[in-house]
C-alpha cells in the first residue's frame, strides 16, 4: 500500500478501510497535533468531530464536481452509531457549516505547513541540480462567491470594464519545482502586490537550494535577503530592461560579473545594506524569442554552467503549470472557491492545498516506480483515477480494496506522458471580450435606495 494512513482516522466500521488511499502520506497522528495545537479537538461525542471535519474540507477540494453532502456522503463521515437502526445518519448542510465554523481555519492551516515541509524536504532532496534543491516562487488568484463579507475581506479588483465581477483572493506559492509539491503557501487581499505577500516564504527557504522567480520579485533587499540569511541559498530570476549594473569581469561568451548597486530609495529604507549585490549576468536568444538576460546568485561558471543556468530558469514555467493544474483540473476550470465567509474561504484554501500536495505525493510514488520524473505523469487523470476510487471504495466490500487499490497503482503507471518537447514559439493568447453588456446593480441603476 502506498497511499496515505489520515484516511484511517475517519473511517467507521468496516469502510474504514477505504480510506487507505491516502494511507502512508498523512499520519492519523498530525491531525491530532493540529487540533491539540490549535484547541479545536472534539471534547464531546458529535456526528461531525473535529477529524471528520478536516477531511470534508480536503474532500471538497478533491471532489469538486460534487456537493459537500455527496462528500460528506462518499467519506462515509458518520458516527458508527448514527447509522445503526434507527440512527440519525444523514448529516445536513447547516451541520456542516456549523461543524466547519467550530473548526475554524488554523487547523488546517497547521497540518498544511506541517505536511509540506516534511514531503517538500524530501522531494527537494531527491530531485537536486548539481547538489541545490530547485524551488520557485510566485503568485495567482482565485475567484471567490460573490458575498459582502469576501469583498470586504479579499477585496474585488478593478478591470477595464468597471470592476470585477466576483471578490478575489491573492496566493503566493513556494513551490519545489521537478515534483509540482507545495513547500509553502500565503493568502490576502488581491489588492496585495505578491512581494508583500512572500515575505514569510523567504524564511523557510532550505540551505542549499535555489530559488527562482519572476522579474516582478527583482528586488535589491530581497535578493540579498535570500543569499545571507542561510548557507547556499541561491537565487535565479530574468533582468528588467532598465535595469544597470557594473561590469566587472567576463566569465565567459555572454557571461559576465556584475555588481548591482543599490536605488537610492532602497538606501534610505535599508541603511545597513551593502552599496552593490555581486550577481552574474548571462545573455542568451532562443530561437524565435527576443534576447533576454538572466541574474543570479551563482557565480562559479565552472560549478554551475551558463547552458545550464538558462535551461533551469524555463523551470519556473512549473509553478504556473501547477496553478493550471488546481485551476483547470481540480476545481474543473471554475477556477473559485464555493465558501461564503472569509474564514470558510481559508479553511478551503488550506484544504485544497493539501488535497492537492496528496495527489501529487502519489504522482511522484508513481514516477519513481517508473523511472522518469514526476512531471511525466499525467495530474489530470492521476486525480480523476484517484476520485473515481475514492468515490466507489466505500460501495465496495473491505476484502476487495486491496485488489483495487494494487489495480490503481497500475492504472497510474500507464498515464506516463510523452517527454517534452521544447518550446519553438512565443508565448501569447487571444482574448475575445463578451458580447453582452456589463451587469449592473439593478437598484443603484433605477436610483433605487
Known sequence: MDLGQAMLVVGAGERSESFELFSKHLDPEWIAQALQATGTATVRRRKLPAEYVVWIVVGMGLLRDRSIQEVVRHLDLVLPDAQAPGGRGAVSGGAVVQARDR?????????????????????????????LAVLGVDGSTLRLADTQDNETAFGRPGSGRGRAGYPQLRVVGLMVLRSHLLAGLVAGRCTESELTLAEPLWDSLPDASLTVVDRG???????????????????????????????????????????LPLHRNARKSHPDLPETLPARAIRYQRRGFRPQTLLTSLLGPAAYPAAEIVALYHERWELEL???????????REESLRSRSPDRVRQELWGLAIGYNLVRREMENVARRARVPPQRIS???????????????????????????????????????????????????????????????????????
Not at 488554523?106 to 530531485?127: C, I, K, M, N
Not at 535589491?220 to 541561491?234: A, E, F, S
Request: with cysteine; glycine share 6%; hydrophobic share 40%.
Open 103 to 131: 473548526l475554524g481555519a488554523e487547523p488546517l492551516a497547521l497540518l498544511f505547513a506541517q505536511t509540506a515541509e516534511r514531503w517538500a524536504t524530501v522531494s527537494a532532496d531527491e530531485h537536486r541540480w548539481r547538489g
Open 217 to 259: 520579485f527583482l528586488c535589491y533587499p530581497l535578493l540579498h535577503r535570500i543569499q545571507t540569511h542561510g548557507r547556499q541559498r541561491h537565487w535565479l530570476t530574468r533582468a528588467k530592461a532598465n535595469l544597470k549594473w557594473r561590469v566587472v569581469k567576463r566569465l565567459g561568451p555572454n557571461d559576465q560579473l556584475v555588481e
Open 322 to 332: 501547477g496553478f493550471d493544474e488546481v485551476k483547470t483540473h481540480t476545481l474543473e
Open 379 to 449: 495530474y489530470r487523470h492521476a486525480l480523476m483515477l484517484i476520485r473515481n476510487f475514492w468515490v466507489t471504495a466505500w460501495l465496495a466490500s473491505p476484502g476487495v480494496l486491496s485488489r483495487r487499490l494494487d489495480a490503481l497503482h497500475e492504472e497510474l503507471g500507464l498515464l506516463i506522458l510523452p517527454a517534452r518537447r521544447p518550446r519553438t514559439y512565443p508565448r501569447a493568447v487571444k482574448i475575445k471580450m463578451s458580447n453582452y453588456p456589463l451587469k449592473r446593480n439593478v437598484r443603484t441603476k433605477r436610483g433605487l435606495n
